[in-house]
Structure formats: structure tokens, C-alpha cells
């Protein structure tokens, strides 16, 4: 498979609503995995994804392998973004007019080790770049134990390839998000950590 086949896509603001089920259908099957083990509906997403449609200054970069989606990632600013992603912020003092949320990074297994990862948070750093407002960009990431029972064998957290493009994991910062576990119906709280990176 060949980079230079694939297609590239932005998209801001309402046009999010163009893309919702193709990007839910992707977020739902990528997310589907360890460490998010999400059992997703298109429902809920599409609420979800209300949030970027509401923000004009929010950013798709998505992936097309012909008509179909294939990877994606997000990015809005953090006084768009809810009141649970913003709280650790305003507790610590962070202005929210200075922070721009980096939502999702997904790709589909075949895709990945194209370098799409890295594209991915240039195209959201350049975006957020553009405004000159913005100091901080910062993502979360869920929090599993080691000896989770649905933990791979094979499982490589990312911490190293983050650290690699300027992030550092701030445990001061944190959030609960609550969703239902594969093959659950319960909604349950998952602790998610914040990793911060200036804005240069």
C-alpha cells in the first residue's frame, strides 16, 4: 500500500455535518479496540460530533482510500469544547481562549505506519497556528491498567511517539468520561490524562 494513493480532506465548522456517519462509522470500529474498548452507537456520536459542527473554528483532517474513510483526526478550541474536557483547565488557571483541544486521532489497522500519525498532529498544530491566539494544544488519553484482561499481548502505548512530537503528560490535568465497555450496556467512568505541548 502506497501513501500516495490515499486522499486528504479539511473540513471546519458545519461542514463536520457532511461527514458524520462516515466519521462516526470510523471512530465506533477504531475505538472498538484496547485501550478504548468503546461500544459505540451512531447516536451518540452524532451528538458528539455536534460539538464540532457548533465551532468555527473546529478541524477535520480526514483520510480517503477512494470513497472510503479511512482515518481521521480532530481539533477544536477547548472554550468550544464541553464542560468536562474544560474544567482541569480552568482549574489550574489556563485561560480557555489560549487552548486548542485535539479530539481523536483514528486509522484504520491497514493504514497505519505511513507516517498519518505525525501528519495528523502537523495538520492540527498548523491550523491551530493560524489564528495567533492560541499558547497551548493538548489531547487526553485514557488510563488502563497493565493487567487489564483485554490488554494485547502485542499492545504499544503511545506515550513514546507523543513524547517525540513535543507532549508532556500533565497529571494535574484530568478528566472522567463515561462510556460503555465492549459487550456492556452500563456506562461507566474511564480517568483520562492530558498531555500539554506550546504552541510555538
Not at 465548522?13 to 471512530?27: I, M, S
Not at 470500529?29 to 459505540?40: N, S
Not at 460539538?51 to 479511512?70: H, I, K, N, P, W
Request: with cysteine.
Amino acid at each position: 500500500m502506497q501513501n500516495i494513493n490515499l486522499i486528504f480532506r479539511r473540513l471546519t465548522g458545519p461542514a463536520f455535518q457532511t461527514v458524520f456517519d462516515e466519521l462516526a462509522a470510523l471512530r465506533i470500529a477504531v475505538f472498538y479496540d484496547f485501550p478504548y474498548l468503546y461500544e459505540g452507537s451512531v447516536e451518540y456520536e452524532k451528538i458528539y460530533l455536534e460539538t464540532y459542527a457548533r465551532a468555527d473554528r473546529s478541524f477535520l483532517f480526514a483520510v480517503y482510500d477512494g470513497e472510503q474513510m479511512v482515518g481521521a483526526t480532530t481539533a477544536l478550541p477547548l472554550r468550544n469544547e464541553t464542560a468536562e474536557v474544560q474544567a482541569p483547565f480552568l482549574k489550574a488557571g489556563y485561560d480557555p481562549d489560549t487552548v486548542f483541544y485535539f479530539g481523536e486521532s483514528i486509522l484504520l489497522p491497514a493504514y497505519r505506519g505511513l507516517g498519518l500519525g505525525h501528519q495528523f498532529f502537523t495538520e492540527r498544530e498548523t491550523h491551530a497556528r493560524q489564528f495567533g491566539q492560541y499558547k497551548l494544544t493538548c489531547f487526553c488519553a485514557v488510563q488502563r491498567p497493565d493487567e487489564h484482561p483485554l490488554r494485547p499481548a502485542n499492545y504499544r502505548p503511545l506515550d513514546n511517539f507523543w513524547t517525540k512530537r513535543g507532549y508532556q503528560r500533565d497529571e494535574t490535568l484530568q478528566s472522567e468520561f463515561v462510556w460503555p465497555d465492549r459487550n456492556e450496556t452500563i456506562e461507566t467512568a474511564k480517568p483520562m490524562i492530558y498531555w500539554t505541548r506550546p504552541l510555538d
